[in-house]
């Protein structure tokens, strides 16, 4: 009768077992969909934006000194036309790109379909400077650029607020734009090398033409969520 009971024991405790492995990989199994289902969104999302990006500025780019990236980011790489030399005013020919540029830019991001719409998170508008310390913003040469180039992505937005287009914009679709838009001033910290490269990763020098820059920045949601993705898999 012992033995009986001994052996009873045993078969309830692979039973057990074998539901907790049973759930564990259905748990399993569910995290991977999930985690699929994330990657794939996130790379849809880009996807479309991207296709609409280009379709609509790619015959515009190459007059304008424009590249339109896969991250989603409009660069502006002509730093004669955007600023004066350590200024953070806008010159008149990139004023002129900005009344093309922008009108048409915002109409793609509101004029997306809901669901897109609702996956942005940020549109950074993006100034870049070069290493040369600017001496009326005072003597540490990344701190002076970084209060340049704040001036300047601060300048390129209030511009953008002051278009006639921004004011025919309904409440709402302020509301969201307000939402949407930051103006980054990134100092030197992400300066190009000749190859347009981040210097800082490459180990390469600055060129400092290349690395002064404006860049409009789409953020999504699930560039957030993939970071999230990646720390867990970490």
């Known amino acids: 009768m012992a033995k009986h009971n001994v052996w009873m024991s045993v078969s309830d405790l692979m039973t057990g077992l074998m539901v907790i492995f049973l759930f564990v990989a259905v748990a399993y199994m569910?995290?991977?969909?999930?985690?699929q289902s994330v990657l794939t969104d996130?790379?849809?999302?880009?996807?479309?934006?991207?296709?609409?990006?280009?379709?609509?500025?790619?015959?515009?780019a190459p007059r304008w000194k424009m590249v339109i990236g896969k991250d989603l980011s409009m660069k502006f790489k002509e730093p004669e036309v955007l600023f004066g030399l350590g200024s953070g005013e806008i010159q008149p020919k990139f004023k002129e790109i900005l009344d093309e540029f922008i009108p048409r830019y915002l109409n793609i991001l509101l004029t997306t379909d809901t669901a897109l719409r609702k996956r942005i998170q940020e549109i950074r508008i993006e100034g870049h400077t070069d290493d040369l310390?600017?001496?009326?913003?005072?003597?540490?040469?990344?701190?002076s650029n970084v209060l340049l180039s704040q001036e300047r992505a601060y300048n390129?937005?209030?511009?953008?607020?002051?278009?006639?287009?921004?004011?025919?914009f309904t409440p709402d679709e302020k509301k969201l734009l307000n939402y949407w838009f930051t103006a980054n001033g990134l100092s030197?910290?992400?300066?190009?090398d000749v190859n347009e490269r981040y210097a800082a990763l490459s180990g390469d020098s600055i060129d400092r033409d290349k690395s002064r820059r404006v860049e409009f920045r789409i953020v999504t949601t699930g560039d957030e969520v993939l970071e999230d993705f990646v720390k867990k898999k970490n």
């Open 133 to 143: 310390t600017m001496k009326k913003y005072g003597n540490d040469p990344f701190l």
């Open 188 to 192: 030197y910290g992400k300066a190009l």
């Open 156 to 168: 390129v937005l209030k511009y953008i607020r002051e278009m006639p287009e921004f004011e025919e």
């Open 30 to 35: 569910i995290q991977v969909q999930e985690n």
């Open 42 to 60: 996130y790379v849809d999302t880009r996807k479309k934006l991207h296709e609409r990006l280009v379709d609509e500025f790619k015959s515009d």
